[in-house]
């Protein structure tokens, strides 16, 4: 791959609805945009600080269509309450598209799932707030954005950070800091697809991701989910696990995990390209479970095609020799560009210190909707 920027351009598959915005050839917070540059690095979405709405379509991968609130009015956050008036909840639950900021930081303490409706982009951008107690909850929801945001110390059954079931589609989660939640920290089950995960920072967790919940589900063979430039850091298990979904892994930095990196079970399809898989103690990257589709006679796990991936400190792939790379599904199928680095040290310390809520300032809004 050489040492350079890898940008897939596939023309046969190029997607009419792609952003009239300029390419997206790197992106990193302000604190961080003069180290990147020294050490010669490109990270997507340059672009999207630039002005408020800038972020709206510019998703790469499975997500890439989330406009969240782009047609909407802004509504401004003033208070820290779980609920009335100028809460978060309040702006969540409207039906009408709504670009949400704040004009507050601190903890909101959720004592109840915050049901996201459709056409919302939740935006930390200039802010600092942070969701405990309970988490997002995404149920038949559509375009929706959610950035610059922190999730830690969820309690309760059933509680996950985000989670989104069943049937909702177009999501973007990025630059979110995710940590401690009784459940998982992102759940997609039920039908939900088209989504990506970028730049946020997983810590101090079991079961990070899971992608399709039950081996019963078998409408979930629609599900495409793209995960990149993520930090796994510490945790456990599920950087994703996946049933019957079709998953595209780049550019991730996962490191000392306790049980396993990435899992396939029943039917999963996970393209994994260039990570950087780093291990603690358990030396086994890639986990295959077996487990029997509701419609289909025998049971059986799903494939993982590792491409340009980097295993250090003893990290054994663990790639099943009855994986058929063949049954394996390529991006390209579903979007024509996406951005890859070539794994390296140099990367490795980016998105450690690039991933997760970050200090950066609220952008301008040239909208005329404002």
């Known amino acids: 791959m050489g040492n350079g920027l890898v940008r897939y351009c596939i023309g046969r598959h190029e997607d009419k609805h792609h952003s009239n915005h300029p390419p997206i050839h790197s992106s990193v917070p302000i604190s961080a945009s003069s180290n990147n540059s020294r050490m010669g690095l490109s990270l997507p979405y340059s672009h999207v600080d630039s002005s408020l709405r800038a972020l709206a379509s510019q998703a790469e991968g499975c997500g890439r269509l989330a406009i969240g609130g782009l047609h909407g009015p802004h509504y401004l956050v003033t208070t820290l309450a779980d609920d009335g008036p100028g ?3 309040d702006a969540c639950r409207r039906k009408e598209p709504l670009w949400i900021v704040f004009e507050v930081s601190g903890t909101i ?3 109840s799932y915050l049901n996201v409706s459709s056409y919302k982009t939740i935006d930390g ?18 375009h929706v954005i959610i950035c610059n945001l922190e999730f830690e110390g969820g309690r309760g059954p059933d509680v996950d950070a985000i989670q989104i079931k069943p049937n909702s589609k177009h999501i973007w989660i990025d630059r979110c800091s995710l940590s401690d939640f009784d459940d998982g920290l992102i759940d997609i089950t039920r039908e939900s697809t088209d989504i ?17 919940g039950d081996s019963s589900h078998t409408g979930d063979r629609c599900m495409r989910v793209t995960i990149h430039h993520c930090f796994f850091d510490g945790t456990r298990q599920r950087h994703p696990r996946v049933r019957f979904a079709k998953v595209h892994l780049y550019n991730n930095y996962t ?13 999963s399809q996970i393209y994994s390209q260039c990570n950087i898989y780093e291990a ?4 086994l990257a890639f986990k295959y479970l077996s487990e029997k589709a509701a419609d289909r006679a025998e049971a059986n796990t799903g494939c993982i095609k590792s491409e340009g991936d980097l295993f250090v400190c003893g990290t054994q792939a663990g790639l099943s020799t009855q994986s058929h790379e063949t049954n ?6 579903y979007y024509s560009t996406w951005t890859v ?16 809520w970050q200090h950066i300032p609220r952008p301008a809004d040239q909208s005329a909707v404002a």
């Open 196 to 212: 990506t995960i970028s730049r946020c920072h997983f810590s101090k967790h079991n079961k990070t991701i899971l992608i399709g």
């Open 341 to 356: 680095e070539p794994p390296s040290d140099a990367l490795k310390h980016v998105i450690q210190h690039c991933t997760g």
């Open 87 to 89: 809460t978060l909840r």
């Open 280 to 283: 603690g103690e358990k030396k």
């Open 255 to 267: 490191r000392n995990w306790g049980i396993y990196a990435v899992c396939a079970s029943v039917e």
């Open 109 to 111: 303490e959720l004592k």
């Open 328 to 333: 394996i599904f390529h991006p390209s199928e």
């Open 125 to 142: 951008r200039g802010q600092r707030i942070k969701l405990m107690g309970k988490g997002l909850r995404l149920k038949e929801s559509e």
